[in-house]
């Protein structure tokens, strides 16, 4: 495995992980020690901006990864990777650009909020799929 596949894999580590580490541990501590809902709701809004950004890096990070510069692919991307990258980075998009308005206005928080946990889950099964099909053996 070469620099740019190991590089590869710590991007999707790194998107994963830092998905994990927000939905399933920042935001809840959030909730439940804030003092109040309001002062949680708002900061996990940073926080899940913060995430899009990682996301939106981490995947431009594996699409330049995954080409050399005479066009030759340098990972095995018939696996569907690159699929995913693209799926993942758009719901982050989707999440930073047209859901977290919505929500930061008050608009009908129940759909947006419904909207931004599917963006967030999209992301998350993107980001896990793609570090599996880098991290299996025989990937390079």
Sequence with gaps: MDWKQRLA??????????LCAIGFLAVPLLFANASSP???GSLAGKLFSAESWVGLGCGLVLLMGARQRDGTATMDWASGAVVYVLLGMLAALLQEFAIAPHILARQDLRFWHTAGTAAFAVQWLCALVVLWKLSRPGSS
């Design 38 to 40: 309001a002062v949680a």
């Design 9 to 18: 894999v710590l991007a999707a580590a790194l998107w994963w992980g830092s």
